[in-house]
């Protein structure tokens, strides 16, 4: 163990850093690809399993919504029992989930299958990145966060381009398929070359009711926001669903004011900056999905634009890589006007871009999508990587670690919500349209148009967010790994400060990491 530690020669010390890069990396990109194929897929799939649009939009917030509950938890558990462990049964967890997802005949085991790597993906990214941070220190570690986040921002851009490019070749399970071989040859590698390492001072406890009251606080209220307008917004079960979600609330500040190892720090709530950053990249994350999410489907039906999945792949692009491109290229701007107004900028600008679609009408072609889905893109990237520098930045060293949880725990949150509000949204305004005799191309419109309504009240929202936090201090002068955190920040919060370097053991390995933050002040 010590050898393979970097407690033997220099060569296994490069063999394990060299295989802690390599398969955090592939993972990062992979998970990531996967995540963002998704939207593309659904039309495919719902065609091939005979599962309505509306129902298989759980197979994307149930991902977030697993994803929310266990993201800060699988860290914890990697501290305690060892990253790299936690992290092999996050890959196999993943593997599983995508051979379920291959095999899958009705929508029913989609959305069961895309729950599991909800967990899984989460256990990838939160230790992956802590086996960087243990494995390696100063410039070396900033380098290797850094390609990193490079690969994670690349995931999350090519996904809907890869999804769209495989459903034409071997049918939408290839990507699964795919993804299930590449996850299996990291699980070896890993543990051949990857050390391991925990934290022996953390607390042994772990917040296990805190994790199942999150779950319970976000499935009934999305449940509810997906189901209210079939059910009526005033029948038993949909308040059913927001009681119990309030209650789990109510049971979840409960239990995180008791617990020696809460899942959330409630203190760090009246830290203003924190909560503002966080909402605001819960907003940012929750607009991109979501708009994903309705420009796969309305591109692809062919009473919208009649795409192939390769040709709605290519046509998302600018959103989906457009964030991704963005975020690092306006790194600069920040240093210069300070994080809060270009974060208003961004949240300004994409509302701008969603007012536009709110007059979608039938007759637009693809080009007329182009320049406001363009806008959306910069805008949001805009927003979102100085809402995660921030998130870092505005707590003290100890904290960063339990701020840069809180931040990641929002994007999936996001995720979550809003996907399910618009598709709700969407369903329920093409639905009633069609109902009054409108076209049906007319009342797919009409769906877009509303549910640009909505994410543009959301993102006006984030305006006003920005301007209540106050003024948030300048990140300094960006390197390389700011740049990288930038460019992921979409999918994850990546540190640019390097830990303290640890000392060589000589015995089996048990190496403390403390976190660190996401800026410079």
């Given at each position: 163990?010590?050898?393979r530690?970097?407690?033997?020669?220099?060569?296994?010390?490069?063999?394990?850093?060299?295989?802690?890069?390599?398969?955090?990396?592939?993972?990062?990109?992979?998970?990531?690809?996967?995540?963002?194929?998704?939207?593309?897929?659904?039309?495919?799939?719902?065609?091939?399993?005979?599962?309505?649009?509306?129902?298989?939009?759980?197979?994307?917030t149930?991902?977030?919504?697993?994803?929310?509950?266990?993201?800060?938890?699988?860290?914890?558990?990697?501290?305690?029992?060892?990253?790299?462990?936690?992290?092999?049964?996050?890959?196999?967890?993943?593997?599983?989930?995508?051979?379920?997802?291959?095999l899958a005949e009705?929508?029913?085991?989609?959305?069961?299958?895309?729950?599991?790597?909800?967990?899984?993906?989460?256990?990838?990214?939160?230790?992956?990145?802590?086996?960087?941070?243990?494995?390696?220190?100063?410039?070396?570690?900033?380098?290797?966060?850094?390609?990193?986040?490079?690969a994670?921002?690349?995931?999350?851009?090519?996904?809907?381009?890869?999804?769209?490019?495989?459903?034409?070749?071997?049918?939408?399970?290839?990507?699964?398929w795919?993804?299930?071989?590449?996850?299996?040859?990291?699980?070896?590698?890993?543990?051949?070359?990857?050390?391991?390492?925990?934290?022996?001072?953390?607390?042994?406890?772990?917040?296990?009711?805190?994790t199942?009251?999150?779950?319970?606080?976000?499935?009934?209220?999305?449940?509810?926001?997906?189901?209210g307008?079939d059910?009526?917004?005033?029948?038993?079960?949909?308040?059913?669903?927001?009681l119990?979600s309030?209650?789990?609330?109510?049971?979840?500040?409960?239990?995180?004011?008791?617990?020696?190892?809460?899942?959330?720090?409630?203190?760090?709530?009246?830290?203003?900056?924190?909560?503002?950053?966080?909402?605001a990249?819960?907003?940012?994350?929750?607009?991109?999905?979501?708009?994903?999410?309705?420009?796969?489907?309305?591109?692809?039906?062919?009473?919208g634009?009649?795409?192939?999945?390769?040709?709605?792949?290519?046509?998302?692009?600018?959103?989906?890589?457009?964030?991704?491109?963005?975020?690092?290229l306006i790194?600069?701007?920040?240093?210069?006007?300070?994080?809060?107004?270009?974060i208003?900028?961004?949240?300004?600008?994409?509302?701008?871009?969603?007012?536009?679609?709110?007059?979608?009408?039938a007759?637009?072609?693809?080009?007329?999508?182009?320049?406001?889905?363009?806008?959306?893109?910069?805008?949001?990237?805009?927003a979102?990587?100085?809402?995660?520098?921030v998130a870092?930045?505005?707590?003290?060293?100890?904290?960063v670690?339990?701020?840069?949880?809180?931040?990641?725990?929002?994007?999936?949150v996001g995720?979550?919500?809003l996907?399910?509000?618009t598709?709700?949204?969407?369903?329920?305004?093409?639905?009633?349209?069609?109902a009054n005799?409108?076209a049906?191309?007319?009342?797919?419109?009409?769906?877009?148009?509303r549910?640009?309504?909505?994410?543009?009240?959301?993102?006006?929202?984030g305006?006003?967010?920005?301007?209540?936090?106050?003024?948030?201090?300048?990140?300094g002068?960006?390197?390389?790994?700011?740049?990288?955190?930038?460019?992921?920040?979409?999918?994850?919060?990546?540190?640019?400060?390097?830990?303290?370097?640890?000392?060589?053991?000589?015995?089996?390995?048990?190496?403390?990491?403390?976190?660190?933050?996401?800026?410079?002040?």
């Amino acid at each position: 163990m010590s050898a393979r530690a970097g407690g033997g020669s220099p060569a296994a010390a490069a063999r394990a850093s060299t295989g802690v890069l390599t398969t955090t990396c592939v993972s990062a990109f992979v998970v990531n690809a996967n995540t963002s194929a998704v939207s593309i897929l659904l039309p495919a799939i719902s065609e091939d399993t005979g599962s309505s649009l509306a129902t298989l939009q759980w197979a994307v917030t149930g991902y977030s919504l697993v994803g929310a509950a266990v993201i800060v938890t699988s860290g914890a558990l990697g501290d305690i029992f060892g990253r790299r462990r936690i992290f092999i049964g996050g890959l196999l967890l993943f593997v599983a989930s995508c051979v379920l997802i291959a095999l899958a005949e009705s929508g029913g085991m989609v959305i069961a299958g895309r729950a599991v790597p909800g967990a899984g993906g989460a256990s990838i990214l939160a230790c992956g990145l802590s086996l960087l941070s243990a494995g390696t220190s100063g410039d070396e570690q900033m380098r290797a966060v850094s390609l990193w986040g490079a690969a994670s921002a690349a995931g999350a851009a090519a996904g809907p381009l890869v999804g769209g490019a495989l459903v034409d070749v071997t049918g939408w399970q290839g990507l699964f398929w795919i993804d299930a071989a590449i996850a299996a040859v990291c699980v070896p590698l890993t543990l051949r070359t990857v050390p391991e390492s925990s934290d022996p001072s953390r607390s042994r406890s772990v917040d296990v009711a805190g994790t199942v009251l999150i779950a319970a606080v976000l499935a009934p209220f999305v449940f509810a926001v997906t189901e209210g307008a079939d059910w009526g917004w005033l029948s038993a079960p949909t308040i059913v669903c927001f009681l119990v979600s309030a209650a789990a609330v109510v049971g979840f500040v409960a239990v995180e004011k008791r617990v020696r190892a809460p899942l959330l720090d409630l203190a760090l709530l009246r830290n203003r900056f924190l909560v503002g950053s966080s909402v605001a990249i819960l907003v940012v994350a929750g607009c991109i999905n979501a708009v994903m999410y309705v420009c796969s489907l309305y591109f692809q039906n062919p009473d919208g634009l009649g795409m192939t999945p390769l040709e709605a792949g290519v046509a998302t692009l600018p959103a989906a890589a457009g964030i991704v491109i963005t975020a690092p290229l306006i790194t600069r701007f920040v240093d210069r006007l300070g994080a809060r107004k270009v974060i208003a900028a961004g949240f300004g600008i994409a509302t701008v871009a969603f007012a536009v679609f709110a007059f979608v009408t039938a007759d637009w072609t693809y080009a007329v999508f182009v320049v406001p889905l363009v806008v959306l893109a910069f805008g949001l990237g805009l927003a979102n990587g100085p809402s995660s520098s921030v998130a870092t930045a505005c707590v003290t060293t100890d904290q960063v670690g339990a701020a840069s949880g809180i931040s990641n725990m929002g994007r999936y949150v996001g995720s979550a919500v809003l996907t399910a509000v618009t598709a709700a949204l969407f369903s329920a305004v093409y639905t009633r349209q069609h109902a009054n005799s409108a076209a049906v191309a007319d009342a797919l419109a009409a769906g877009f148009s509303r549910s640009a309504i909505g994410l543009a009240l959301f993102c006006a929202f984030g305006i006003a967010l920005t301007l209540l936090v106050g003024r948030i201090r300048p990140m300094g002068p960006p390197t390389a790994a700011h740049y990288a955190a930038a460019a992921a920040a979409g999918s994850h919060t990546v540190p640019t400060r390097p830990v303290p370097a640890q000392p060589v053991p000589t015995r089996p390995v048990t190496t403390r990491t403390d976190p660190v933050d996401g800026a410079p002040e």
